[in-house]
């Protein structure tokens, strides 16, 4: 397994649970605090902060220090890089698509048949 492999895996772990799903959802607003992530959670702010740990550790998200606060924020960088892998495979399957589709033009022109137009 390569670097970017373990890379991706653990931001992809990261992702699969649902409250840093909406840890994530919450931060692309603009930056927040433990206590204003935890708001919306029936757990502790201790494990909204160890959900932040994770996203941290798979580089989905920084603290920075402001006086006494330590506000998170999104990686905006890490998350490009999550759907740039994402849309190599999406840009392959449309391809695809687009293949298909010129094949059932062709065969109805053929044939005679008009298919239906998808918009």
């Not at 994770?54 to 890089?81: F, K, M, S, W, Y």
Request: hydrophobic share 40%.
């Amino acid at each position: 397994m390569t670097s970017a492999d373990g890379t991706l895996d653990s931001a992809f772990m990261a992702l699969a649970d649902p409250v840093r799903r909406q840890i994530i959802a919450r931060l692309s607003r603009g930056q927040a605090t433990v206590n204003e992530l935890a708001e919306p959670f029936a757990i502790s702010k201790q494990a909204v902060s160890k959900h932040i740990q994770v996203l941290e550790q798979a580089g989905l998200v920084t603290r920075t220090r402001d006086a006494q606060r330590r506000p998170v924020h999104l990686n905006p960088a890490r998350l490009e890089a999550l759907t740039a892998w994402i849309d190599q495979y999406r840009l392959v399957r449309e391809g695809q698509f687009r293949s298909l589709d010129a094949v059932l033009r062709s065969t109805a022109a053929s044939s005679g048949t008009h298919p239906k137009e998808s918009s």
